[in-house]
T-cell receptor
Framework: DGGITQSPKYLFRKEGQNVTLSCEQN?????MYWYRQDPGQGLRLIYYSHIVNDFQKGDIAEGYSVSREKKESFPLTVTSAQKNPTAFYLCASSIEGRAGGTTSTDTQYFGPGTRLTVL | SQELEQSPQSLIVQEGKNLTINCTSSKTLYGLYWYKQKYGEGLIFLMM?????EEKSHEKITAKLDEKKQQSSLHITASQPSHAGIYLC???????????FGQGTRLTINP
């Protein structure tokens, strides 16, 4: 079955720790995204990548880091610099992220999410 | 920057009733996505609208984009318990390389 997997489903972090959230897709999609969702709010973009070895900051990148060494994988590290990391984290992918000034975009498909709690 | 406002924020309806959720944009929409989310789970893609006046249906859910491309509505006919969840609208923003989302509408279906 093709899809997007995220692990772990639940993650607990102590103050001052870095943690890494996994996101893997076998859809052969070029673009991948990380969003954060807080209660009663929509999704906010953390980082995105349209191609291997390249990624850009989203709206709330401070305190987070990513890598894109393989097409299938886009791990997100929540560093100790992120002051309020408790949230639901969602990974998404799309066939490609339209660029070049176009105003359309490809449908993004989402993983099941990881709930991160700071103790 | 583009902002999406959804209304209502929450909705409780009796099973079998019809309902409508709205998504209003601060700027012209060049695409509008509707997703559904069960609590604690990922988003499931429902439909995408792109042209002014466009309407799409899937089973008992119909989505429309107005002619001016600044508002979309999601209509559910004869609601069922399986329709319960959070509905989110999203739209391309910032050069089309990302989506911005509304805050979501939480739908509860009472038997």
């Amino acid at each position: 079955d093709g899809g997007i997997t995220q692990s772990p489903k639940y993650l607990f972090r102590k103050e001052g720790q870095n943690v890494t959230l996994s996101c893997e897709q076998n859809l052969n999609h070029d673009a991948m995204y990380w969003y954060r969702q807080d209660p009663g709010q929509g999704l906010r973009l953390i980082y995105y990548s349209h191609i291997v070895n390249d990624f850009q900051k989203g709206d709330i990148a401070e305190g987070y880091s990513v890598s894109r060494e393989k097409k299938e994988s886009f791990p997100l590290t929540v560093t100790s610099a992120q002051k309020n990391p408790t949230a639901f984290y969602l990974c998404a992918s799309s066939i490609e992220g339209r660029a070049g000034g176009t105003t359309s975009t490809d449908t993004q498909y989402f993983g099941p999410g990881t709930r991160l709690t700071v103790l | 920057s583009q902002e999406l406002e959804q209304s209502p924020q929450s909705l409780i309806v009796q099973e079998g009733k019809n309902l409508t959720i709205n998504c209003t944009s601060s700027k012209t929409l060049y695409g509008l996505y509707w997703y559904k989310q069960k609590y604690g789970e990922g988003l499931i893609f429902l439909m995408m609208l792109q042209k002014g006046g466009e309407e799409k249906s899937h089973e008992k859910i119909t989505a429309k984009l107005d002619e001016k491309k600044q508002q979309s509505s999601l209509h559910i006919t004869a609601s069922q318990p399986s329709h319960a969840g959070i509905y989110l609208c999203g739209a391309p923003s910032g050069g089309a390389q990302k989506l911005v989302f509304g805050q979501g509408t939480r739908l509860t279906i009472n038997p």
